[in-house]
Protein backbone atom coordinates (compact mmCIF):
# COMPACT_ATOMS: atom_id res chain seq x y z
CA UNK A 1 0.00 0.00 0.00
CA UNK A 2 2.95 2.07 0.78
CA UNK A 3 3.79 1.72 -2.92
CA UNK A 4 0.53 3.53 -4.22
CA UNK A 5 0.64 6.45 -2.27
CA UNK A 6 4.49 7.09 -3.39
CA UNK A 7 3.52 6.48 -6.60
CA UNK A 8 0.24 8.71 -6.41
CA UNK A 9 2.23 11.19 -4.94
CA UNK A 10 5.31 11.17 -7.68
CA UNK A 11 2.16 11.11 -10.67
CA UNK A 12 0.63 14.49 -9.10
CA UNK A 13 4.23 16.02 -8.49
CA UNK A 14 4.90 15.32 -12.05
CA UNK A 15 1.41 16.54 -13.01
CA UNK A 16 2.04 19.58 -11.96
CA UNK A 17 5.28 20.34 -12.73
CA UNK A 18 3.64 19.40 -16.58
CA UNK A 19 1.03 22.36 -15.57
CA UNK A 20 3.57 25.43 -15.22
CA UNK A 21 5.33 24.76 -18.33
CA UNK A 22 2.27 24.75 -20.10
CA UNK A 23 0.43 28.30 -20.35
CA UNK A 24 -2.91 28.21 -18.80
CA UNK A 25 -6.05 28.24 -20.72
CA UNK A 26 -6.28 31.87 -19.54
CA UNK A 27 -3.01 33.22 -20.97
CA UNK A 28 -2.90 31.61 -24.18
CA UNK A 29 -6.59 33.09 -24.69
CA UNK A 30 -5.19 36.63 -23.38
CA UNK A 31 -2.18 35.77 -26.36
CA UNK A 32 -4.44 34.88 -28.97
CA UNK A 33 -6.67 37.67 -28.40
CA UNK A 34 -3.65 39.93 -28.19
CA UNK A 35 -2.30 38.43 -31.56
CA UNK A 36 -5.80 39.19 -33.23
CA UNK A 37 -5.61 43.01 -32.52
CA UNK A 38 -2.92 43.11 -33.40
CA UNK A 39 -3.04 42.02 -36.52
CA UNK A 40 -6.47 43.52 -36.78
CA UNK A 41 -4.37 47.11 -36.43
CA UNK A 42 -2.00 45.55 -39.03
CA UNK A 43 -4.56 45.13 -41.30
CA UNK A 44 -6.47 48.62 -40.69
CA UNK A 45 -3.15 50.52 -41.55
CA UNK A 46 -2.64 48.79 -44.61
CA UNK A 47 -6.26 49.68 -45.93
CA UNK A 48 -5.83 53.29 -45.05
CA UNK A 49 -2.30 53.14 -47.16
CA UNK A 50 -4.69 51.22 -49.98
CA UNK A 51 -7.23 54.07 -50.25
CA UNK A 52 -5.37 56.43 -49.83
CA UNK A 53 -3.27 55.08 -53.37
CA UNK A 54 -6.20 54.21 -54.95
CA UNK A 55 -7.84 58.00 -54.14
CA UNK A 56 -4.58 59.17 -56.00
CA UNK A 57 -5.19 57.47 -58.75
CA UNK A 58 -8.97 58.13 -59.16
CA UNK A 59 -7.93 61.71 -58.38
CA UNK A 60 -5.48 61.67 -61.72
CA UNK A 61 -7.56 59.73 -64.00
CA UNK A 62 -10.57 61.89 -63.36
CA UNK A 63 -8.31 64.81 -64.17
CA UNK A 64 -7.07 63.06 -66.92
CA UNK A 65 -10.60 63.02 -68.41
CA UNK A 66 -11.89 66.77 -68.45
CA UNK A 67 -12.20 67.35 -64.48
CA UNK A 68 -10.51 70.35 -63.53
CA UNK A 69 -10.22 68.77 -59.85
CA UNK A 70 -10.04 65.40 -59.88
CA UNK A 71 -11.31 65.26 -56.05
CA UNK A 72 -14.15 66.83 -57.43
CA UNK A 73 -15.15 62.70 -58.52
CA UNK A 74 -15.03 61.52 -55.15
CA UNK A 75 -16.18 64.81 -53.25
CA UNK A 76 -18.69 66.33 -54.95
CA UNK A 77 -19.70 63.47 -57.03
CA UNK A 78 -19.73 61.60 -53.78
CA UNK A 79 -18.65 58.18 -55.62
CA UNK A 80 -17.31 55.92 -53.40
CA UNK A 81 -13.50 54.40 -53.69
CA UNK A 82 -15.57 50.96 -53.97
CA UNK A 83 -17.38 52.14 -56.79
CA UNK A 84 -14.16 52.51 -58.68
CA UNK A 85 -12.59 49.41 -57.94
CA UNK A 86 -12.26 46.39 -60.26
CA UNK A 87 -14.73 43.85 -58.47
CA UNK A 88 -11.85 40.75 -59.82
CA UNK A 89 -8.56 42.64 -59.07
CA UNK A 90 -9.44 45.27 -56.99
CA UNK A 91 -6.93 48.14 -58.68
CA UNK A 92 -8.93 51.19 -59.95
CA UNK A 93 -10.64 50.65 -63.37
CA UNK A 94 -9.79 53.58 -65.55
CA UNK A 95 -13.24 52.83 -67.41
CA UNK A 96 -15.22 53.00 -64.38
CA UNK A 97 -13.79 56.63 -63.90
CA UNK A 98 -13.98 57.40 -67.60
CA UNK A 99 -17.67 56.76 -66.89
CA UNK A 100 -18.74 58.05 -63.67
CA UNK A 101 -16.34 61.30 -64.44
CA UNK A 102 -18.32 62.33 -67.86
CA UNK A 103 -21.71 61.45 -65.67
CA UNK A 104 -20.21 63.85 -62.91
CA UNK A 105 -19.66 66.60 -66.16
CA UNK A 106 -23.05 66.27 -67.87
CA UNK A 107 -24.25 67.41 -64.86
CA UNK A 108 -22.04 70.07 -63.78
CA UNK A 109 -20.35 71.29 -66.53
CA UNK A 110 -18.35 73.37 -64.81
CA UNK A 111 -16.56 71.37 -63.27
CA UNK A 112 -14.45 70.48 -66.32
CA UNK A 113 -11.41 72.01 -67.11
CA UNK A 114 -11.13 75.19 -68.98
CA UNK A 115 -9.23 75.33 -72.32
CA UNK A 116 -7.73 78.75 -72.81
CA UNK A 117 -7.45 80.18 -75.60
CA UNK A 118 -3.61 81.29 -75.74
CA UNK A 119 -4.16 84.54 -78.41
CA UNK A 120 -7.57 86.12 -76.51
CA UNK A 121 -7.26 89.37 -75.76
CA UNK A 122 -4.24 89.87 -78.12
CA UNK A 123 -4.96 92.81 -80.98
CA UNK A 124 -4.37 92.55 -84.67
CA UNK A 125 -5.06 88.96 -84.54
CA UNK A 126 -8.18 88.66 -86.87
CA UNK A 127 -6.33 90.78 -89.32
CA UNK A 128 -6.43 94.41 -90.48
CA UNK A 129 -9.49 96.51 -90.05
CA UNK A 130 -11.51 96.69 -92.92
CA UNK A 131 -13.30 99.93 -93.27
CA UNK A 132 -16.92 98.69 -93.19
CA UNK A 133 -16.41 98.06 -89.75
CA UNK A 134 -17.37 100.58 -87.25
CA UNK A 135 -15.18 102.65 -84.54
CA UNK A 136 -15.62 104.44 -81.53
CA UNK A 137 -15.82 107.86 -83.37
CA UNK A 138 -18.54 106.43 -85.76
CA UNK A 139 -20.23 105.73 -83.00
CA UNK A 140 -19.85 108.86 -81.55
CA UNK A 141 -20.97 110.58 -85.27
CA UNK A 142 -24.30 109.06 -84.51
CA UNK A 143 -23.52 105.48 -86.16
CA UNK A 144 -22.10 106.94 -89.90
CA UNK A 145 -19.11 104.84 -91.02
CA UNK A 146 -16.51 107.20 -92.66
Given amino acids: MTDDVTDDST ?5 QQHDETEPKPDHREAAYRRR ?3 AEAARDALQV ?12 LAESFGL ?5 LLDI ?3 PLENLRDKVTGEISTESVKLLTAELLAGRPGLASKV ?3 DQGKRGVGG ?3 KA ?10 GQAG
Fill in 11 to 15: SETDG
Fill in 128 to 130: PRS
Fill in 49 to 60: RLDARDRTDAIR
Fill in 133 to 142: SSSWADLLQG
Fill in 68 to 72: AQGSD
Fill in 77 to 79: GAV
Fill in 116 to 118: YDA
Fill in 36 to 38: ATE
